[in-house]
């Protein structure tokens, strides 16, 4: 699903050139940035859930992992709760795009609960991944950060076959049943580097290790990878608009230090800002994880032009036009709301 890069700015020149004169110093702007299509669909999901069947719409976990995400959601009647238990029988429940295991489906219809599933397709694709080789009795190595939601997902679909592995450094304690037997997967939103560093290790270890069936890490996680690689040799700072809790915004800056940039901040938003940050800084770098708004990136940009940086010039390293259709539950209720309205 990656795109062949091409470092073009969005006015046509190349890389190299040099750009319009700027009083204090240059932005570049990555793109792709921002939302990805996983993302969209669930944030449209709960919008669309709270349209048809009115508010209080329940949100299991975070929707996505942005904090003025799910305050807006929040604003317009989304409840958020840890768990299923929290939400009343029979009412509206979403499950957010990282996934959940099997065991919440089953305790939502325990609870008669009216479940619309906003996985992320990418995230369902590993789940089944996960069920197809632990039918296959396979050992199936799970990189991916413990405690995350995705992870706790995936790795309910087949609890007795997947170890986690957190980090190259835990390879060396894993243990197989029967090393002809093991795969790795991965969450979707690794530091692609960090997880090939993981996988060349598991194999050292296991050589008949198999690889997934296509790439876990998904092609939103790795573009904006990419695109980050693109400014971050050329910036003295790098600003990643993020939550904490986003792992793919969280990587970003991880990225952005591995690949030049002198130094690189997350912030929520313009209000996390610091101007010593810009003390010494001729090129300022600026992204977004995949589950945030254009609106706090641009919020940026004023910032940094108030400051005599910039205008923004995008860099370009691929072209995103991918889109899901939405839950099929809430297809279906918003095709019967309609049907009720004629
Ligand atoms: S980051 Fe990737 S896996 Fe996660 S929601 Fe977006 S497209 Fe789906």
């Given at each position: 699903?990656?795109?062949?890069?091409?470092?073009?700015?969005?006015?046509?020149?190349?890389?190299?050139?040099?750009?319009?004169?700027?009083?204090?110093?240059?932005?570049l702007l990555a793109a792709p940035r921002g939302?990805?299509?996983?993302?969209?669909?669930?944030?449209?999901?709960?919008?669309?859930?709270?349209?048809?069947?009115?508010?209080?719409?329940?949100?299991?976990?975070?929707?996505?992992?942005?904090?003025?995400?799910?305050?807006?959601?929040?604003?317009?009647?989304?409840?958020?709760?840890?768990?299923?238990?929290?939400?009343?029988?029979?009412?509206?429940?979403?499950?957010?795009?990282?996934?959940?295991?099997?065991?919440?489906?089953?305790?939502?219809?325990?609870?008669?609960?009216?479940?619309?599933?906003?996985?992320?397709?990418?995230?369902?694709?590993?789940?089944?991944?996960?069920?197809?080789?632990?039918?296959?009795?396979?050992?199936?190595?799970?990189?991916?950060?413990?405690?995350?939601?995705?992870?706790?997902?995936?790795?309910?679909?087949?609890?007795?076959?997947?170890?986690?592995?957190?980090?190259?450094?835990?390879?060396?304690?894993?243990?197989?049943?029967?090393?002809?037997?093991?795969?790795?997967?991965?969450?979707?939103?690794?530091?692609?580097?960090?997880?090939?560093?993981?996988?060349?290790?598991?194999?050292?270890?296991?050589?008949?290790?198999?690889?997934?069936?296509?790439?876990?890490?998904?092609?939103?996680?790795?573009?904006r990878?990419?695109a980050v690689?693109?400014i971050a040799?050329?910036?003295?700072?790098v600003i990643v608009v993020g939550?904490?809790?986003?792992?793919?915004s969280?990587?970003l800056?991880?990225?952005a230090?591995?690949?030049?940039?002198?130094?690189?901040?997350?912030?929520?938003?313009?209000?996390?800002?610091?101007?010593?940050?810009?003390?010494?800084?001729?090129?300022?770098g600026v992204t977004s994880g995949?589950?945030v708004?254009?609106?706090?990136v641009?919020?940026?940009?004023?910032?940094?032009?108030?400051?005599?940086?910039?205008?923004?010039?995008?860099v370009?390293?691929?072209?995103?036009?991918?889109?899901?259709?939405?839950?099929?539950?809430?297809?279906?209720?918003?095709?019967?709301?309609?049907?009720?309205?004629?």
């Open positions: 699903m990656t795109q062949t890069p091409s470092p073009v700015r969005a006015d046509g020149t190349g890389a190299g050139t040099a750009p319009p004169p700027a009083a204090r110093g240059r932005v939302y990805c299509a996983g993302v969209d669909r669930a944030v449209v999901a709960v919008e669309k859930a709270l349209e048809v069947h009115g508010a209080p719409v329940y949100v299991r976990k975070q929707i996505v992992h942005n904090k003025h995400v799910v305050a807006t959601l929040e604003g317009r009647g989304a409840v958020f709760v840890d768990e299923t238990d929290e939400v009343p029988e029979g009412a509206v429940v979403v499950f957010s795009a990282h996934g959940v295991a099997p065991v919440v489906h089953e305790q939502s219809v325990r609870r008669g609960l009216r479940t619309i599933d906003a996985t992320c397709p990418l995230v369902t694709k590993v789940h089944k991944e996960a069920v197809r080789f632990a039918s296959a009795d396979y050992d199936i190595l799970l990189i991916g950060h413990a405690g995350h939601e995705e992870v706790e997902g995936t790795a309910g679909e087949a609890p007795a076959n997947i170890t986690l592995v957190e980090s190259p450094d835990h390879v060396d304690a894993i243990t197989v049943r029967d090393p002809s037997r093991v795969v790795w997967l991965s969450q979707t939103t690794l530091s692609v580097d960090e997880t090939m560093e993981t996988v060349r290790r598991l194999r050292e270890r296991f050589p008949q290790l198999q690889d997934p069936p296509s790439d876990d890490i998904c092609y939103a996680t790795q573009n990878q990419v690689k693109k040799a050329e910036s003295d700072l939550s904490s809790n986003s792992s793919n969280v990587r800056v991880e990225v230090l591995e690949h030049g940039a002198r130094s690189a901040h997350r912030v929520d938003d313009v209000t996390e800002l610091d101007d010593a940050w810009l003390d010494g800084a001729r090129t300022v995949a589950s708004p254009e609106i706090l641009q919020d940026v940009l004023r910032w940094l032009a108030d400051r005599g940086y910039g205008p923004a010039e995008e370009v390293s691929a072209e995103e036009d991918l889109m899901f259709s939405l839950p099929k539950e809430l297809r279906r209720d918003i095709k019967a709301a309609r049907a009720a309205r004629r």
